[in-house]
Nanobody, 120 residues
Framework: QVQLVESGGGLVQPGGSLRLSCAAS????????MGWYRQAPGKQRELVAA???????NYADSVKGRFTISRDNAKNTVYLQMNSLKPEDTAVYYC??????????????WGQGREVTVSS
């Protein structure tokens, strides 16, 4: 199937920066979009940022201007640069990849999640 390997995140002070990366591998024919979701305790999972293979981006209003999503299509990798972090950004961040398999079937794959903690 499709596997996602996530890295990055961690603990920072408010105003600090962290980066996340996610590499997809497997029987992938094409990738339509890659993105990051987050889920804080007691809250629903929400979209943070997404990017299409063509480079179009979409951000949650709460992170717009602070986070930047990018991708390396050749490596099937997506990155999330998180600047000016706030305590409200504390959550587990999950990579998501949507695409098509060689069978022509579509797929959606999720990473295990990376912890991001913003605290003084």
């Amino acid at each position: 199937q499709v596997q996602l390997v996530e890295s990055g995140g961690g603990l920072v002070q408010p105003g600090g920066s962290l980066r996340l990366s996610c590499a997809a591998s497997g029987s992938i024919f094409s990738i339509y979009a890659m993105g990051w979701y987050r889920q804080a305790p007691g809250k629903q999972r929400e979209l943070v940022a997404a990017i299409t293979s063509g480079g179009s981006t979409n951000y949650a209003d709460s992170v717009k201007g602070r986070f930047t999503i990018s991708r390396d299509n050749a490596k099937n990798t997506v990155y999330l640069q998180m600047n000016s972090l706030k305590p409200e950004d504390t959550a587990v961040y999950y990579c998501n990849v949507r695409g098509g398999l060689a069978t022509s079937a579509d797929f959606t794959s999720w990473g295990q999640g990376r912890e991001v903690t913003v605290s003084s």
